[in-house]
């Protein structure tokens, strides 16, 4: 006679069963998690290197600024540089040649363009303008005025941070613009002892920033009528840093867990994993950019606040707390 298997067997192999599938499961869910923040990551980095690829290409064109009888000539180019908001987020515009212009006179003001680059939000724009010597395009370009340009295009939509740092000749007479140099080469955001919340702030002559900037005011190489009138040819190199987010679900996103006082050195975070151990990583808590020297359990400790030309606040518990993916190049500017 053959024998079934008892209540007890039964419910035995259910738990072996039950338990191996909960293992299988788990590291399923976890590979597939993996896989698409690994998947995530490469889209980010595709879509900064095209980014950037063509603001280097728009930066190989640009017409370089010449200085006539101690003014700016008029057959010369234009280049201005402002931080924008309170996240430090800069405008850059300058004169590019058209890509055919290579087949016309260079002084040809029909092949020139004003090119700028900004955020809005979160969204890193490129818009076109008419090159004019004195006109109106020029103030467009400084507000980054989208209804008065001749196109504007979204190049991302998840751009944590767009920055610029310039190095003019003559920098040794102007801290604003002076680099201590490291093993590596330059130190772009080193701060100014002498100036603590100077950090690689933008020169304190020419136009003023547009929106808000506390006391900052903006590179131009040929401010407006009115303004103060200092000219200065063309940077000799500049750097670009690009910061995106990731733009998808599986960017990394997280929030404040109690408030943090504008001098506050610690700070703990929930939501956000597998955060960058490396000393001097950097996190955007509301539109303040902060370092920290050592991530644990949630807990940031070590801030250095108000990075990247961003301003410190008090944040309320519940700000929003954002990573991102860092890029960035410099260029030695066409003379």
């Not at 190989?60 to 402002?82: E, I, K, T």
Request: with cysteine; hydrophobic share 45%; charged share 25%.
């Amino acid at each position: 006679m053959r024998r079934g298997f008892t209540l007890a067997e039964v419910l035995v192999a259910i738990g072996v069963f039950a338990i191996a599938a909960s293992v299988m499961l788990g590291a399923l869910l976890g590979a597939t998690d993996l896989f698409r923040r690994g998947q995530a990551a490469r889209q980010t980095t595709d879509e900064a290197i095209a980014v950037l690829a063509a603001l280097h290409d728009d930066l190989a064109r640009l017409v370089p600024v010449r200085l006539q009888d101690g003014a700016p000539a008029s057959d010369g180019g234009w280049l201005y540089a402002a931080r924008r908001d309170a996240a430090g987020n800069c405008l850059l515009a300058f004169v590019s040649e058209e890509p055919a212009s290579a087949r016309r006179e260079a002084t040809s003001a029909g092949t020139r363009r004003i090119v700028a680059w900004w955020v809005e939000g979160e969204t890193l724009w490129r818009a076109l303008y008419p090159w004019d010597a004195r006109g109106g395009a020029r103030a467009a370009a400084r507000l980054g005025d989208r209804q008065r340009a001749l196109s504007a295009q979204e190049m991302t939509v998840d751009c944590l941070h767009f920055g610029v740092w310039l190095v003019v000749p003559g920098s040794a007479q102007h801290p604003a613009f002076r680099r201590p140099w490291t093993e590596r080469g330059p130190d772009w955001e080193a701060r100014e002892s002498a100036q603590p919340q100077a950090l690689s702030r933008l020169p304190p002559w020419g136009q003023r920033p547009p929106t808000e900037a506390g006391e900052d005011t903006a590179f131009d190489t040929d401010p407006p009528d009115g303004q103060q009138r200092l000219f200065f040819a063309a940077p000799e190199a500049l750097r670009v840093s690009l910061i995106c987010g990731g733009g998808s679900r599986f960017a990394p996103r997280g929030v404040l867990v109690g408030e943090l006082a504008e001098d506050d050195d610690r700070a703990r975070l929930a939501g956000l994993s597998k955060l960058p151990t490396v000393a001097g990583s950097l996190l955007r808590i509301g539109d303040e950019w902060v370092r920290y020297e050592d991530a644990r359990g949630g807990l940031l400790s070590g801030l250095q606040r108000g990075e990247l030309r961003s301003a410190p606040a008090r944040h309320p518990a519940g700000t929003p707390v954002r990573s991102g993916q860092a890029y960035s190049f410099v260029v030695a500017v066409p003379r």
